[in-house]
């Protein structure tokens, strides 16, 4: 969305425009759910926080600096909502698990894919959130930097950490060809 677009929207969307932050927000919430997916490893836990999200930054839509990326804004928010709901107490007495997506995983994935999606999910959450941003939404750089609340460098670093850890969770096969 080009900048212009994004700051009438903006503009629209603080003076109570619904339909307007729904044109900010609608694009956003597939990838949201992918990336709290990602997170949580939960569906029903990925759907709240994601209704969570954008419920915070429709009531704090003000804080939005101008000139900012509405994406990276929110998909900060985003993983600030997972991140409460790992450490919620009751998260790690109740939590149920993914055997119905690993299931899932195996009749749709091939093999190597499956390997990849659990070397993955052995990462930890913020190791798995840099891989995500970067390699599934495709987002720049310093836009993963902004989503993560780190510099360019320390994102950098984090992601290319994150790709080596990857690597002996493979059985010898390479993350890229």
């Not at 055997?99 to 195996?106: F, G, N």
């Not at 891989?131 to 930097?145: G, M, N, Q, R, S």
Request: proline residues 3%.
């Amino acid at each position: 969305m080009p900048d212009d677009a994004q700051a009438d929207l903006v503009s629209d969307a603080l003076a109570g425009d619904e339909a307007a932050f729904t044109a900010l927000v609608g694009p956003l919430l597939a990838h949201g759910y992918q990336l709290a997916i990602a997170i949580l490893r939960d569906p029903q836990e990925a759907q709240d926080a994601l209704q969570d999200a954008s419920f915070t930054a429709w009531r704090q839509l003000r804080q939005l600096r101008d000139g900012s990326s509405f994406r990276s804004w929110f998909l900060r928010i985003l993983v600030n909502k997972c991140k409460v709901v790992r450490r919620s107490r009751w998260w790690s007495v109740v939590r149920v698990g993914d055997t119905d997506l690993i299931k899932q995983e195996a009749k749709d994935d091939s093999i190597r894919d499956l390997d990849l999606h659990r070397a993955i999910r052995r990462l930890r959450s913020d190791d798995r959130i840099a891989i995500f941003l970067y390699f599934y939404l495709d987002l720049p750089l310093d836009e993963v930097a902004q989503v993560l609340g780190l510099s360019g460098a320390a994102a950098r670093s984090r992601l290319y950490r994150a790709v080596r850890k990857l690597r002996p969770g493979l059985q010898g096969q390479e993350v890229f060809q």
